[in-house]
């Protein structure tokens, strides 16, 4: 039966006119990073002085036929497919001898040596689909000793010319240590990393945005308006709707530039205005309190999932937490204690009297959640807590003090908006970024540089004026604290809220709160004028472009 999925397995992707004649093109070494952190130098010796990969004219006509590993990483997001197609057509292109070997279910499938041939027929099933599932997807780290010894026996025995790692930043990070510790130990294959994830906060001067985040945002701006236009027509309820994407609130942001929802958490600016749980569930029953004046009992408030990471004496609860369910004497007792009642009594008690104040203001249910879902480092999993709960927990308590004021009616809905958006369709964007990404991490491995990073840039141009680039890794490292150690890492995008994307957003907000200016973007298209399938994200415009009023 012919449906939308099969069709879009015909889509061509557009590639940048520099990547149209890959006979004609290489890419070679160009100026050197302005600068690389010492810290992070001294910890990669044999990959800390790259410069820059530019495209130029190619001199000899000659290729040899390639091998090359390829590995999906962390989380699902909408392209990855479209990488993988993309380094299969540029290396057939270069030799139509190369291979592409995909290691399955993620980095475990290098360390342990499990891996698939991936050949034109398998490939072409996943052309421009969504999801992961051509080989696989994992969170494994290949951090340890032992996991790099594996890794060089896999790509030593499969013989790669190459191995590129599709993921965010820690697997990135990860791409440059192993690209370190392969060339120490004089083994020929080359790592090279593309930028993925949702999130959109693995960015910075050489990455415009990762995949992903333009289809998810998409995706969740059409269910958000969606909701929107339920909530203006029955005018009975308020949508409390989190927004995944991690720490940083990019997600949200851009769901919120492109529905203009009453209400919308900036995590990053809730840190940074120091505000509290109450402060913020109080500026939300002002404006229920308000629209209740007008006869207004809808309304929808976007919750980006980092919101209590940024909340200080949250932050505090869970660092407590996470010493006292893992690692501190009482952590076997209270994983023992079954009675949920008196598990949370246990713990309650072993807080110092601000948590234990913050903890006990918490409903029931978050309670529990706090205590009970822990990741497998027994750590709180943040991201699990359901957070659009609490608010409407909060509020309604609020709005109860507040009655003699409060003459509305409120009733709450709690969404999620998060896994729906990682693995659909791709928009003809992230089609078409990954296909060249996938080009340029094959053109990278073909020129023999190890430890860099895809990139390709000027994308809100047209997209035969993209330009590309290898980006070496190390020039986007620094090192960070990460529990309680030092480690290299490729910095996290928070949200600047300095930068354009978010003062286009302040500049509208309080208009959006009282009057109802919903926007109803509807699904992605994939037919029609270039306007609407090319759009690229607001975010994206609004960073490219030289004032907040041109965007
Ligand atoms: P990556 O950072 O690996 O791209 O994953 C992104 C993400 O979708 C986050 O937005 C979310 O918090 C998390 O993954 C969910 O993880 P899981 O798939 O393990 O539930």
């Known amino acids: 039966m012919e449906n939308l999925a099969n ?42 002085s790259q410069p820059f990969m530019h495209i130029t ?3 000899s006509d000659v290729s040899n036929a390639l091998k090359i590993g390829v590995v999906l990483s962390g989380g699902q997001a909408a392209g990855g497919h479209n990488v993988i197609t993309g380094i299969y057509d540029a290396i057939k292109k270069i030799n139509p001898n190369s291979e592409l070997i995909g290691f399955l279910n993620g980095p475990s499938g290098i360390i342990n040596s499990e891996y698939k041939e991936l050949t034109s027929d398998f490939i072409d099933l996943y052309r421009n689909q969504g999801g992961f599932d051509m080989i696989g997807a994992g969170r494994t780290k290949i951090e340890t000793l032992e996991q790099f010894e594996n890794s060089a026996k896999t790509v030593t025995k499969l013989n790669l010319d190459g191995i590129v790692i599709i993921g965010g930043d820690d697997s990135n990070t990860n791409a440059a240590l192993l690209a370190e510790y392969f060339e120490k130990e004089n083994i020929k294959t080359k790592v090279v990393g593309v930028p993925k994830t949702i999130d959109g906060d693995l960015k910075n001067e050489h990455i415009e945005v990762s995949f992903g985040f333009d289809t998810a945002t998409k995706t969740y701006s059409d269910i958000i308006g969606n909701i929107a236009r339920d909530a203006l027509s029955a005018g009975k309820y308020y949508f409390f709707i989190k927004m995944m994407g991690r720490s940083a ?20 600016e809730v ?20 629209r209740a004046e007008k006869g207004k009992n809808h309304g929808v408030i976007l919750i980006p999932e980092g919101t209590i ?23 076997e007792k209270i994983a023992n204690t079954e009675n949920r009642e008196e598990r949370i009594n246990l713990v309650t008690q072993q807080l110092s009297k601000e948590s234990a104040q913050c903890y006990q203001t ?12 822990r990741d497998p480092h027994g750590n709180v999993q943040v991201s699990k807590i359901e957070t659009e709960r609490l608010f409407i927990e909060l509020v309604k308590s609020q709005l109860k003090e507040k009655s003699s004021k409060y003459k509305g009616k409120f009733s709450a809905q709690p969404l999620f908006c998060g896994y729906e958006g990682r693995s659909c369709l791709p928009s003809n964007f992230d089609s078409q970024y990954c296909y060249s990404l996938g080009h340029v991490a094959a053109l990278l491995i073909n020129s023999g540089v190890t430890g860099y990073m895809a990139s390709v840039q000027n994308l809100t141009l047209p997209v035969k004026d993209w330009t590309v680039a290898g980006i070496p890794i190390s020039a986007m490292m620094t090192m960070e604290k990460r529990k309680g150690k030092l480690k290299p890492v490729i910095e996290k995008a928070l949200v600047d809220l300095n930068g354009k994307p978010f003062q286009k957003f302040v500049e509208s907000r309080e208009s959006w709160k009282f009057n109802d200016e919903y926007i109803y973007p509807g699904p992605i298209q994939f037919f029609g004028p270039e306007s609407i399938t090319d759009l690229t994200s607001i975010t994206l415009d609004c960073e490219k472009s030289h004032s907040v009023s041109k965007c």
């Open 7 to 48: 069709q879009r397995k015909n889509y061509k992707p557009t590639l940048p006119n520099t990547l149209k004649d890959l006979q004609s093109i290489t890419l070679e070494k160009g100026e050197h990073p302005s600068h690389v952190d010492s810290n992070v130098a001294e910890l990669i010796p044999n990959t800390k």
């Open 57 to 59: 004219e190619k001199k």
């Open 249 to 268: 609130s990019h997600v949200t942001l851009e769901c919120a530039l492109q529905t203009h929802p009453n209400y919308t958490i900036i995590a990053e």
């Open 271 to 290: 840190a940074a205005n120091k505000k509290t749980l109450q402060s913020i569930a109080d500026e939300m029953c002002d404006m229920i309190i308000k």
């Open 309 to 331: 990471e940024f909340i200080p004496e949250f932050k505090a609860l869970i660092s407590e937490l996470n010493d006292l369910l893992s690692t501190s004497k009482h952590a």
């Open 362 to 373: 918490l409903p029931y249910e978050i309670k529990l959640q706090m205590i009970m879902d």
